[in-house]
């Protein structure tokens, strides 16, 4: 691993879908869902990625951790090209970044207990770990958490929606990675969970180094976790900078139009010409 | 004139496990023309009261009290004489459009179906009311015509033809439930100001049930903060904000990131209120926030505390409410 080089860098991604045959003998139409997105993201460093649905916000976050493979541009992720690496060698990439999904009832096994959930990742991308090491990683993992070491024999089903986050983020950590994916990671919450599983991606960025690419459509979330912000719309970035620079001073129409819709205590409502 | 009065309102629900209290003495009114909002978390009630005052609740559930609705009792109405009020004086829009729509029929018929049910319009005169509704929230021929299904349209747009439903028959009353949950933040900032609009424009009383404290600030002019089924704070929708005096309004303000207009110094942290909502089965005897409550003292434990009056039209159920204004 080259040290040296940023945490991810993400260079002119472009990715097209493939949309439903319209005529049997013409090519079929394409929906481009990222248009020359780059972006570089340094170790510890939390980025957000902002936009409304179908902005490409969560193709993004599939493309930079291989899920899906771009038409044209690179992702390096710790200076290695993952989409030019053999499939063992990316295999062993993958540990250095994982993925911490929106609803936290959808994306834990319910079949399984909490402790076999949060130890995938090990058994799937670190060969030869002895279960006396793995069962101390998974304590290790959910007490970093706020989890207990017991929960790992427990399922799913008897655990809250802020706590079944933790048990996804704790999935995610296993691994020791640098990078984490957070694709609408607390939008599923209640406020007051919400606020205890945001404070938690802080903490373990100030304990662990952390690197977050924190997808949402939430901008007061974004501004509290982040340290710069990028704007998509159809696929293309339309605005970056320090979240504060952003939020202060918003420069293109369509964030300033963003950031005017985002209800707030205090401020009465403009009336607003959403975009079409 | 005071167009739904709901008065200790009490709904159990039958579980394997016993009777389960979903709401307990909820009690609140609605002016003809106002607007009040409902708050709370996930599980506190909010939308049960919705449905209460529908008369949509599961069959499993027994509620007590009056919900008093243009001065009849909704509760000890029959089904039939409901039928006539729902979708015609009492309207609801629901947080997910797309179930609340039928996929296989065009968005005209649906908009119709109320005003051949409720009014007992013939077809082409209620195709044509059904066309002005929907030039009327925004979706106007010819880019929207009545020929459309749901899922020729976006989320947005989706959300307005269920508003056009509501408003078809010339409600008084419309209750809209999360409405703006599953949208984008511009969509949502549309839909609010429709439902404003046509709130204003046609005098009917909006009751909205929100997680989101800053949609209730701009859009209610009174609101309730309910937790655990129960009302904890009452009042008009700015005094309760300038001075949240129950510890979970308090904290639920704190709470959210949307409330603070700057970043967070680095090592600084939400205020996340510890804890989870207890479970309807599990509910203490005294107050029922009391065991996530910063301020709980012994005398919080053996009962629930009653409602107390803090100025005019502001009420608290709490026993240590925070009298000091809320900090900016």
Do not use: I, Y
């Given at each position: 691993m080259n040290s040296t080089a940023p945490l991810l860098q993400v260079e002119h991604l472009t990715l097209d879908y493939r949309l439903p045959r319209?005529?049997?003998?013409a090519p079929p139409p394409h929906h481009r869902a990222l248009d020359d997105v780059s972006l570089t993201l340094a170790r510890g460093e939390s980025l957000a990625v902002v936009g409304e649905s179908g902005s490409g916000k969560s193709t993004l976050a599939r493309t930079v951790l291989a899920l899906e493979r771009p038409q044209a541009g690179r992702v390096v992720l710790l200076g290695r090209d993952v989409f030019a690496l053999p499939a063992d060698e990316l295999r062993k990439l993958r540990r250095h970044a994982q993925m911490v999904f929106q609803d936290p009832y959808g994306s834990?096994?319910?079949?399984?207990?909490v402790g076999w959930i949060v130890a995938e990742p090990l058994d799937a991308l670190e060969q030869g770990v002895e279960s006396a090491e793995r069962r101390a990683r998974i304590t290790e993992t959910l007490q970093s958490v706020g989890l207990q070491s017991g929960d790992a024999d427990k399922f799913p089903h008897e655990f809250s929606g802020g706590q079944r986050q933790r048990i996804a983020i704790a999935r995610a950590l296993i691994t020791r990675p640098a990078l984490i994916v957070a694709d609408e990671a607390v939008s599923a919450l209640d406020v007051s969970v919400q606020a205890q599983v945001l404070n938690l991606f802080m903490d373990l960025r100030e304990r662990l180094g952390l690197g977050y690419l924190f997808i949402s459509h939430d901008l007061a979330v974004v501004r509290q976790v982040a340290d710069r912000v990028m704007v998509l719309r159809d696929g293309r970035v339309v605005e970056e900078g320090e979240v504060e620079g952003v939020f202060r001073a918003p420069q293109h129409p369509y964030t300033r139009a963003l950031l005017a819709a985002v209800p707030r205590i205090g401020v009465p409502r403009r009336r607003i010409t959403a975009a079409p | 004139m005071t167009l739904l009065s709901v008065r200790d309102l009490s709904v159990t629900l039958e579980t394997p496990e016993g009777p389960a209290p979903i709401l307990e003495d909820v009690g609140f009114d609605l002016a003809a023309g106002g607007s009040l909002g409902l708050v709370g978390e996930s599980g506190c009630g909010k939308s049960m009261t919705a449905l209460a005052v529908m008369g949509l609740l599961p069959e499993r559930a027994v509620a007590t009290g009056e919900i008093v609705f243009e001065g009849r009792n909704l509760l000890a109405l029959p089904e039939g004489a409901l039928c006539k009020l729902r979708g015609r004086r009492l309207a609801m829009v629901f947080q997910e459009p797309m179930t609340a729509l039928n996929p296989v029929k065009t968005i005209g018929a649906q908009v119709a179906e109320g005003l051949r049910w409720h009014l007992g319009l013939g077809r082409g005169e209620a195709e044509a009311r059904a066309v002005r509704l929907l030039d009327r929230v925004g979706l106007p021929r010819p880019r929207f015509a009545p020929g459309l299904y749901p899922h020729q349209l976006s989320g947005g747009q989706r959300q307005r033809v269920v508003i056009a439903m509501a408003l078809a028959c010339d409600p008084a009353l419309l209750i809209a439930d999360e409405p703006t949950t599953a949208l984008d933040v511009t969509s949502q900032a549309a839909i609010l100001d429709l439902l404003a609009e046509v709130a204003a424009e046609a005098g009917l009383a909006l009751l909205l049930i929100t997680h989101d404290l800053a949609v209730v600030w701009q859009n209610t002019r009174s609101m309730i903060v309910m937790y655990a089924g129960r009302v904890v704070e009452r009042g008009g929708t700015h005094e309760v904000f300038a001075r949240m005096a129950h510890p979970y309004s308090r904290g639920l303000f704190a709470a959210s990131p949307g409330a603070l207009d700057a970043v967070l110094p680095p090592g600084r942290r939400l205020a996340a209120i510890p804890g989870l909502v207890p479970d309807p089965l599990h509910?203490?005897?005294?107050?029922?926030?009391a065991g996530r409550c910063p301020r709980a003292a012994a005398d919080c434990l053996p009962a629930q505390p009653a409602e107390r009056r803090l100025a005019p039209g502001h009420a608290v159920a709490c026993l240590h409410p925070h009298l000091e204004a809320t900090p900016a």
């Open positions: 319209r005529r049997l003998f834990l096994d319910p079949r399984r207990k | 509910r203490p005897a005294g107050c029922v926030f």
